[in-house]
């Protein structure tokens, strides 16, 4: 069964920092396109960052640049997104989506707040 | 950034109705390698999105018929043959040809 689980949510104040991961399963996930995607709460989608399969391109939307690393272990069929100098209005579902919307995890809450 | 603009934003339908949402993009998703990246997606309260028919037209494994999607360039349509019940969320187009990708801002598919 194709599946991604992310964890690593949590509630963080402003200027916070909070690591997430996502655990893949039955796909070749070393030849997967990967990205974050975040939902705000009562929002719409957007796509937050992308790390090519070999981790050798990342790419992020400019409100996250320069705040936000995406990363990926092969060997654990893992991503992950470090998330630095939160800020309230990065407060949303995280989901981790593999390839261009073929697969998404349940995603995992993050809460920036005071 | 691409704008990816859809109508109408509400759409009441009755059981065994067709429906027919609209998508258009600010820019063209056609790309070299001669795919058009146009994507929807359903998603249904409490849940993640569920990817229907990616590059225009190509349903997804286990999505039912009824679903279809057509469209070239910068003007594109999702449409419901026959609306079920199971048919009510929200349905989101989405551009995959220009980084950060983006997606409209939703049709919300209600019974009537």
């Known amino acids: 069964e194709v599946q991604l689980v992310e964890s690593g949510g949590g509630l963080v104040q402003p200027g916070g920092s909070l690591r997430l991961s996502c655990a893949a399963s039955?796909?070749?996930?070393?030849?997967?396109?990967m990205f974050w995607v975040r939902q705000a709460p009562g929002k719409g989608l957007e796509w937050v960052a992308f790390?090519?399969?070999?981790?050798?391109?990342?790419n992020y939307v400019d409100s996250v640049k320069g705040r936000f690393t995406i990363s990926r272990d092969n060997t654990k069929n893992s991503l992950y997104l470090q998330m630095n100098s939160l800020r309230i209005e990065d407060t949303a579902i995280y989901y981790c989506?593999?390839?261009?919307?073929?697969?998404w995890g349940q995603g995992t809450t993050v809460t920036v707040s005071s | 950034d691409v704008v990816m603009t859809q109508s109408p934003l509400a759409l009441p339908v009755t059981l065994g109705q067709p429906a027919s949402l609209s998508c258009r993009s600010s820019?063209?998703?056609?790309?070299?390698?001669?795919?058009?990246?146009l994507h929807w997606f359903q998603q249904r309260p409490g849940q993640p999105p569920r990817r229907l028919i990616s590059?225009?037209?190509n349903r997804d494994s286990g999505v039912p018929d009824r679903f279809s999607g057509t469209g070239s360039g910068t003007d594109f349509t999702l449409k419901i043959s026959s609306v079920e019940a199971e048919d009510a969320a929200t349905y989101y187009c989405?551009?995959?040809?220009?980084?950060?990708?983006?997606f409209g801002q939703g049709t919300k598919v209600e019974i009537k």
């Open positions: 989506v593999g390839g261009q919307g073929a697969v």
């Open positions: 039955g796909f070749t996930f070393s030849d997967s396109w």
């Open positions: 790390i090519k399969y070999d981790g050798g391109d990342k």
């Open positions: 820019q063209s998703l056609l790309s070299s390698d001669g795919n058009t990246y």
């Open positions: 590059r225009v037209s």
């Open positions: 989405m551009q995959g040809r220009h980084w950060p990708y983006t």
